[in-house]
């Protein structure tokens, strides 16, 4: 098996864990944990919570499918759709959690995961593009 394809199998594995997590930290009762702070630095903690859980996304899934990036056009829709991807995720979480008796559907929930996958995804293109450009 060649490197670069062990690789995408790796970080495809770990793809795949992440989600499992995810779904888990979102759809788990998490009732019976002691108190935490409602605000950090004045943000609602569950919206850093939404936040640090879909920043992963779109960083992994270009990990995974890195190959598919080797011009800057291929880069940019691979952008688009892993961002799509990523929010259709998102938002099919926050439906899953109106569904759930002990959990509840925030927008502003889905916007923090949105958030987070937009900038993960701008961040993780810019780089690509700058090892194309270091690369040629």
């Given at each position: 098996?060649?490197?670069?394809?062990?690789?995408?199998?790796?970080?495809?594995?770990?793809?795949?864990?992440?989600?499992?997590?995810?779904?888990?930290?979102?759809?788990?009762?998490?009732?019976k944990?002691?108190?935490?702070?409602?605000?950090?630095?004045?943000?609602?903690?569950?919206?850093?919570?939404?936040?640090c859980?879909?920043?992963?996304?779109?960083?992994?899934a270009?990990?995974?499918?890195?190959?598919?990036?080797?011009?800057?056009?291929?880069?940019?829709g691979?952008?688009?759709?892993?961002?799509?991807?990523?929010?259709?995720?998102?938002?099919?979480?926050?439906?899953?959690?109106?569904?759930?008796?002990?959990r509840?559907?925030?927008?502003?929930?889905?916007?923090?995961?949105?958030?987070?996958?937009?900038?993960?995804?701008t961040?993780?293109?810019?780089?690509?593009?700058?090892?194309?450009?270091?690369?040629?």
């Open positions: 098996m060649k490197p670069n394809r062990t690789r995408s199998i790796l970080f495809s594995i770990a793809m795949i864990l992440y989600i499992v997590a995810v779904g888990y930290l979102l759809f788990s009762n998490f009732e944990i002691s108190d935490v702070p409602k605000l950090i630095l004045g943000i609602p903690t569950d919206k850093i919570v939404h936040f859980l879909f920043f992963p996304f779109p960083i992994l270009y990990l995974a499918y890195d190959k598919l990036t080797d011009t800057p056009l291929k880069a940019f691979a952008l688009v759709s892993i961002c799509a991807v990523g929010a259709i995720f998102a938002g099919i979480t926050e439906i899953g959690q109106a569904m759930i008796p002990y509840d559907q925030d927008i502003h929930d889905f916007y923090a995961d949105c958030l987070a996958i937009g900038i993960a995804g961040i993780t293109f810019i780089i690509d593009i700058c090892q194309m450009r270091s690369s040629k």
